[in-house]
């Protein structure tokens, strides 16, 4: 832990200021329009967390009324805008270029699709035949091996369903999601241990826990709804262990906003225990912690004997580790180690959760596998109130991968496709998100399908994924929104925009699957705009340009009960959703959800992981000297800026530096000065100086403004971008 604070913290997360801010956003988007979007019968369009669906708006699985948190406001408030007059797009894409990323999402709704010609400097109108046609055209033009299919996690089960399909019936297998950039590493280090990529408990597991771990995750910021889940296991008197390099004032104290209690009080404490390891030294802490509770005995040996397997060579790794190491790279003591293992010995029911600051990082699986480990070495799987939580960003990420948004196919989903709709797929194995880019750098790409969220700036290394967009000669952009993935990338190729209804606008319903495996249904039915289509209409009406003569009548498809009746019959424990639309029975995904010791492997039995990276090796670059996180602020979601200020960490501009008070003095710099921040890769000139409780040599930094700073470096496993651990130095601006 470090030893050189800041003063602690007097921000509090949550409270009165955000019950003014959802007034002041309700104000601004209507009452009425409000009601509507937050009491339909539509999944939550903001994190996985998920509430929605066929029990009202503001209501969770558990039936919890009100389940409504900032982040849903703010989707809400994108999704209700008017549309952008027309006459916006008489100006050249060099002006849309000067707005940022807020400005750009605050013109309004798309509601007419966009067409630019490759040498052009304007999107212009153009009618949909036109631009159904236009698309069919481009994609025939290219060779299936020089395109590629990606969609973000807010599309539905049966728009991400659709885009597979048709990307493998025109020939290639290059189709891939946002989850390459964020949790892939959870699901590769899962699938290694446990044989499922899923968290193993559902929300009422978090309700008999009386231990949770929040690794490397905000949830006061990306998911505020956990946060009320954290602050009941500390009301039944149980501990809340916050390990993370950042003092986050939102996990320190937080005034739930539906707790009178909690806002009267000035807010409730959060974290039990907040242990701060440098950037990247989570791995070196999470062994440091098993080797502790091996080390006192605390490992469960009926459990280890009958339920896994590995478990002597893992001893073996550990006992190979000694403590001055653990410490060096963790930037933890041994004491505060042996602390949570004490913690974890002494709970009944623990539940590991973790986010980002754990994937994006070179040795992403390697942690995500020492946290299975360590639920493993206590027993913490397999029962009621404990097991494995990755906290997932978006409302649908993990359904898109279940229903096969991914480069590689389970064998047997692949058979069952076949089978049941008698069409003949490519076994080739297609590129990753990061892949298809240096594909597209490479020149490789002609043609490409995006599908929802902002893949320019979800992407490392900015100037080179300007450049690998502009490489390919035709993009077609599926959006209800501008963002600056639309205006990048842009100088000599051409592009199409589509304009899309949101989720609670779709004609027929959707579904969703949260991070605890639960289905939802969405009914759709809000009329706000006269000119946007459905995704899954758009990519069928595509289809039955683009392939004329395929077995799959994508006329036919149009009707979303046909698509659940294809993913019912050929993705596993999916059966419940053929009927869905009818039956409106929303469910839990069988076989994920582990209260009993049950694993999908080989031998049913879990596995103890040993990579040949037990510790990260602290940064020791003399010339980029600190380490940066990319983070996120409350005012965000993903990609999308809907404040530039970030009031649980008081700055006021999104061009800012986090740094910890003794280095910025060392530095030769103050508080609100102006600093240059360098990495191997790119510059962030002028950026303001604000002093934040981390280790010394950590620095932090806003994504997606900090890309410029990151490289392409990525866990090797996962292929996920390390954001959160760049070599970086600072200079003081003159």
Known sequence: MTKNKAPEPVIVGGGGKKILYTLKTVGRIGLLNSAKALNSRNTCKACGLGMGGQRGGMTNEMDEFPSVCNKSI?????????????????????????????????????????????????????????????????????QPQRSFFYSSGRSSNEAGFVLQLLARLYGTNNVNNCSYYCHQATGVGLTNAIGSGTATIELEDLSKSDCIFVIGANPASNHPRFVHQLKNCRDRGGKVIVINPAKEPGLVRFAVPKSPKSLLTGGTWIASEYIQPQIGGDLALLNGIAKAVLESSGDDTAFIKNYTQGF??????????????????????QTEMRALAYHLIAS?????????????????????????????????????GAGLLPLRGHSNVQGIGTIGVKPVLAADVLAQLEANLGVTLPRDKGLDTLDCLRAAHAGHIDAALIMGGNLYEATPHSSWAEQALDNIDFKVYLTTTLNRGHVKGMANSQA???????????????????????????????????????????????????????????TEFKQHESIRAAIAASVPNMQQLANIGVTKKEFSIPARVLHTPQFNTPSNKAQFLVSATQVAVPNKNTTYPFTLASIRSEGQFNSIIYEQSDSYRATDTRWA??????????????????????????????????????????????????????????????????????????????
């Open 657 to 734: 530096v986090l740094m910890n008070r003794t280095d910025i003095l060392e530095l030769g710099s103050e508080v609100g000065a102006r600093v240059n921040i360098v990495s191997e890769y790119g510059e962030m000139k002028g950026v303001k100086v604000f002093a934040f409780d981390l280790p010394r040599g950590n620095v932090l930094a806003y994504y997606p403004e900090a890309n410029c700073l990151i490289g392409l470096e990525q866990d090797a496993r996962s292929k996920t971008p390390a954001f959160k651990s760049v070599a970086v130095g600072l200079k003081i601006v003159n």
């Open 312 to 333: 002597e060579s893992y001893v073996q790794s550990l006992g190979e580790l000694n403590w001055q190491t653990l410490e060096e790279a963790s930037g933890v003591s």
């Open 348 to 384: 009944n029911a623990c539940v590991f959760a973790w986010g980002m600051g754990i994937t994006h990082h070179t040795h992403g699986v390697e942690s995500v596998e020492a946290i299975a480990n360590l639920a493993l070495l206590t027993g913490m799987i397999g029962k009621p």
């Open 496 to 554: 199409l925009i589509l304009p899309v209804a949101a989720r609670d606008e779709e004609a027929q319903s959707t579904t969703q699957e949260s991070m605890f495996n639960y289905v939802r249904l969405s009914d759709g039915g809000v009329t706000r705009l006269n000119n946007v289509k459905a995704e899954s209409d758009i990519l069928c009406e595509l289809g039955a340009q683009l392939l004329p003569n395929s077995v799959i009548n994508f």
């Open 74 to 142: 703010q989707a809400q408030s994108t999704d209700i805008q008017a549309p952008i007059p027309v006459e916006v797009f008489d100006h050249p894409l060099s002006e849309f270029n000067k707005l940022s990323a807020y400005e750009l999402e605050h013109l309004g709704r798309l509601n007419t699709p966009l067409y630019k010609a490759a040498k052009s400097d304007k999107y212009t109108p153009i009618a949909w035949d036109d631009a159904i046609a236009l698309m069919a055209q481009q994609f025939l033009n290219s």
